[in-house]
């Protein structure tokens, strides 16, 4: 696939995800038959002879176990190329770096909130212009291309609220106007939705989440099959010098061998709590793509083979109700990030869009009483009972208790 050694093992893409999650670009060393990719940790690689090498040479361009990994996430996206990058971010700058001053780009106005600094904090001084559109909707996407349009970048299902965009619809639209489309897929993961299939160029990951998976590593990623942009990327990444360790490749590769059976029970368990909500008289509105009372099932159900890990919701009684709740829930910790085997909860509005102004955040739907959830592996059962025992301790809360006082006075 992507570059020089590390072909020991020839799986080809006829395999399936399970199977090439565990084998694809992962033989046996040739050196010593180590069953497991080994951790190069070395900074260069020593010369046969002058101007003849063994496809390494210095470890900021490449390194073993980094190639087993870029090969490896490649295949899952069923792509040609695999750019593995320092972090989730550091993968959103080399994507960036192949842009120059005058371009402009289409963003989603939900993407990450990090992805959103960097465009409007950095690449903004740059004179790289940025709109932000409701990618939901496709008319106000295609409204916003002009001439000096180059990229459209999206999420999806976003971050809280789980919206979608339509990959086909998105995938059109930059095809008629030959727009590089970039998907960011940290979300759904490859296992449950492949962007390229429906007409993405590029898809970016923070392998951060859940293709690691075991929340013990920061890493990104940028996978492509078009050779042009993969050269453009690679240049950009060895030229401003973000790449991974080797260590931290061998544990993104290590959480990925388990990424198939990680993400059925997160799906699985993500869709026993996500019902529990909404059946539960303390909550006011639950986000779950999984759901049908999701405005968007039928499009998820389209373009993606299951609904994730993810589950937002919004808890009656406001800020002190979702107060209560995040800091009485004992399995589900208070944290930022997701996607790992052990369950997380956070309260956006304080916390990761805390940046975003109260009226933008209203306006965009991330309100007081809204909380997220990165729902692991554990026991569905025990999830479920710790949620319980929090939304009880949330109706508890002063204005809970007020406004029911008020209804039974009533
Ligand atoms: C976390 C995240 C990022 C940033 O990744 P880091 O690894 O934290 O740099 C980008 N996009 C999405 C959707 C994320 O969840």
């Known amino acids: 696939m992507t570059t020089q050694n590390n072909q020991s093992c020839n799986t080809s893409t006829e395999l399936d995800f399970a199977t090439r999650a565990i084998h694809q670009a992962q033989g046996a060393d040739p050196s010593t038959g180590a069953l497991i990719t080994p951790i190069f940790q070395t900074s260069t690689f020593v010369l046969e002879e002058l101007g003849k090498n063994k496809g390494y040479q210095y470890a900021r361009t490449h390194n073993p176990t980094r190639t087993a990994l870029e090969e490896c996430l490649a295949s899952l996206e069923n792509a040609r190329y695999g750019v593995a990058c320092a ?54 996407v295609e409204a916003a291309i002009n001439e000096k349009t180059r990229l459209i970048w999206l999420e999806t299902p976003t971050n809280p609220l789980l919206r979608l965009a339509d990959l086909q619809a998105v995938g059109d639209l930059a095809k008629a ?80 061998k388990t990424l198939a059976l990680r993400m059925r029970e997160h799906e699985r368990n993500a869709q026993a709590v996500a019902e529990f909500l909404e059946s539960h008289p303390q909550v006011q509105e639950v986000y779950y793509p999984g759901l049908k009372s999701h405005p968007q099932h039928e499009l998820a159900r389209r373009q993606m083979s299951g609904f994730g890990g993810m589950v937002s919701f919004v808890v009656k009684g406001g800020l002190p109700a979702a107060r209560a709740l995040v800091n009485g829930t004992k399995l589900f910790q208070l944290a930022e990030s997701l996607g790992g085997v052990k369950s997380l909860l956070c309260h956006p509005s304080s916390m990761t869009h805390a940046p975003i102004p109260r009226d933008v955040q209203e306006h965009c739907g991330i309100v007081e009483g809204l909380v997220r959830l990165s729902v692991g592996i554990e026991s569905a059962a025990d999830l479920i009972s710790d949620l319980e025992q929090a939304l009880y301790l949330a109706s508890q809360t002063s204005d809970v208790v007020a406004a029911k006082t008020l209804v039974a006075l009533k």
């Open 177 to 256: 106007h030959n727009l590089i489309y970039v998907v960011d897929n940290t979300f759904a993961t490859p296992y449950f939705q492949r962007p390229l299939e429906f007409g993405a160029n590029v898809i970016v990951h923070s392998t951060t989440k859940y293709l690691s998976g075991h929340s013990d590593i920061i890493g990104g990623a940028v996978i492509t099959s078009d050779e042009e942009l993969y050269e453009q990327i690679k240049f950009v990444q060895n030229a401003t010098g973000a790449v991974p360790g080797p260590f931290d490749c061998y544990l993104a590769l290590r959480g990925i």
């Open 87 to 140: 972090s989730g971010l550091a993968a959103v700058s080399v994507v960036a770096g192949i842009l120059k001053a005058g371009d402009h780009v289409i963003v989603g106005e939900d993407v990450y909130g990090g992805v959103y600094r960097l465009f409007e904090r950095v690449f903004s001084r740059y004179d790289i212009k940025f709109t932000y559109v409701n990618t939901r909707n496709i008319d106000e």
